[in-house]
Nanobody, 127 residues
Framework: QVHLVESGGGLVQAGGSLRLSCTASGRAIGTDAMAWFRQAPGRKREFVAA???????YYADSVKGRFTVSRDNAKNMAYLQMNSLKFEDTAVYYC?????????????????????WGQGTQATVSS
């Protein structure tokens, strides 16, 4: 069992930055894939970024070049650095993990394919 807790959300002006952290407990996540999803009011939860156990990263087109996903297995943590934030990035951001790999796009971006979730952290970008 893995327990995930996100932190680092907040209110920022457009063009600003936030760094989200995901702290895992329960067992080591070194061999898990770690991902970030987000959900805005009235919208479905959508894939943002993911990092494989080996460090390969994947991004949604909407955040490429602005967001950076990373992990620190020694600390049992994952991160999402968000730069050049836009109003449309406003959402609750969730950390998720799963034992399976990330190579297959269809499963990588599907929330139902992840085993564990955090409670989410709100990121609000003012225009």
């Amino acid at each position: 069992q893995v327990h995930l807790v996100e932190s680092g959300g907040g209110l920022v002006q457009a063009g600003g930055s936030l760094r989200l952290s995901c702290t895992a407990s329960g067992r080591a996540i070194g061999t898990d894939a770690m991902a970030w999803f987000r959900q805005a009011p009235g919208r479905k939860r959508e894939f943002v970024a993911a990092v494989s156990w080996g460090g390969t990263t994947y991004y949604a087109d909407s955040v490429k070049g602005r967001f950076t996903v990373s992990r620190d297995n020694a600390k049992n943590m994952a991160y999402l650095q968000m730069n050049s934030l836009k109003f449309e990035d406003t959402a609750v951001y969730y950390c998720a993990s799963r034992a399976a790999g990330l190579a297959l796009t269809s499963t990588r971006i599907d929330p139902s394919r992840y085993d564990y979730w955090g409670q989410g952290t709100q990121a609000t970008v003012s225009s």
